[in-house]
């Protein structure tokens, strides 16, 4: 039996523009996302996580006035620049999904301009002054913004662990493709009651 460690939840992208079907990616992944039930156990995974005493940060992809740090080098963030009244921090999509707004509430919740959720944002900072060097990732969606960040906090010097069971793609083949990629390149890809048990939660 391992001693728990102190580790973060870093739960990415649970806000309306990618999870419901009123967002905007919400034709791409709103249908395999309600149908994998990932909302649900990642909700359940959070409160759990909370109690066993790890930190919880969310973040949001938000275009603030004047672009922020939006860079328009890829099409997935052409698009977005395109249609960046969305993704304004006030705006109804940006917002944290209501399954889990009252998680966030008492979470830190860090808005960026970037595919990674430690790229552009304080988060890695936050981290680190807390003395926390392990991290549990959660998100939506597993082949882009959950496995940029896993591989980014992996070559910050961090211990990532992706939850298999917390995370949903567009696509089933493209899903477990991207975790058999997050195996290699990260600490491991635990299911949910593993990454508890990693956590001390009894």
């Known amino acids: 039996m391992t001693s728990p460690i102190r580790g973060a939840v870093l739960a990415l992208h649970w806000q309306v523009n990618v999870i419901k079907p009123e967002g ?25 996580a909370r109690q066993a ?8 992809f938000t275009v603030p006035e004047g672009e922020g740090q939006l860079v328009r080098n ?6 977005v620049a395109d249609a960046q009244e969305s ?30 959720g430690l790229a552009g944002n304080d988060v890695p900072h936050w981290l680190i002054s807390r003395g926390i060097t392990t991290v549990f990732i959660t998100g939506v969606a597993t082949n882009l913004t959950v496995e940029q960040t896993a ?24 899903h477990r493709a991207s975790l058999a990629n997050i195996e290699l390149a990260t600490a ?12 001390g939660h009894e």
């Not at 905007?24 to 759990?48: D, I, K, N, Y």
């Open 87 to 116: 993704f304004r921090p006030a705006a109804p999509g940006a917002q944290i999904i209501p399954e889990m707004a009252e998680l966030a509430a008492a979470a830190h919740v860090a808005d960026n301009q970037k595919l990674s």
């Open 24 to 48: 905007f990616f919400g034709t791409m992944l709103s249908e395999p996302v309600a149908r994998s039930g990932v909302v649900q156990r990642a909700a359940r995974f959070h409160a759990a």
């Open 151 to 174: 591989r980014h906090g992996t070559d910050l010097g961090f211990t990532v662990y992706v939850v298999s069971d917390c995370v949903a793609a567009a696509d089933e083949a493209v």
């Open 53 to 60: 005493g790890a930190e919880l940060v969310f973040t949001r």
């Open 188 to 199: 491991g890809t635990p299911a949910a009651a593993d990454a508890l048990a990693r956590l």
């Open 74 to 79: 890829t099409g997935f963030m052409r698009a």
